[in-house]
């Protein structure tokens, strides 16, 4: 397993953002959703990741998972108030290691919604 996504399990398995530091490089991309348009930078990419190891983490679990040079696909499933979610984090490291690019997709529409309500709620309370 590449280490970027080794250290992004240690983080959702602890579901604890401080390894984020670390781990995203300061021009890391996120894509969500739940939002339209990219979302640059350190601290934005650190906002969401944070709030999604709140909202997903108590349930979240990663089934497959594939693997290039610099990337890797993540296919996880989670529950959200009983609503059942399965998605895919896409994940582009540098050289040194650090992401670059994460990109998350969800499924089915339900899920979503409830996906989007509880990220809101965590964002801006």
Known sequence: MPA???VWHAIAEARDPA?????LADDVVFRSPAVHGDQAGKELTTAYLSAA???LGPTLVYRRQWYAE???VLEFEASLDGLDVHGVDMLQ????????DFTVMVRPIRGLE????????????
């Open 114 to 125: 409830k996906l989007i309500e509880k990220m809101a709620a965590q964002l801006f309370g």
């Open 4 to 6: 970027p996504v080794t």
């Open 93 to 100: 490291w540098n050289d040194d290691g650090q992401l670059v």
């Open 53 to 55: 190891l709140v909202v």
């Open 19 to 23: 390894g984020l530091a670390d781990l």
């Open 70 to 72: 610099h990337n890797a």
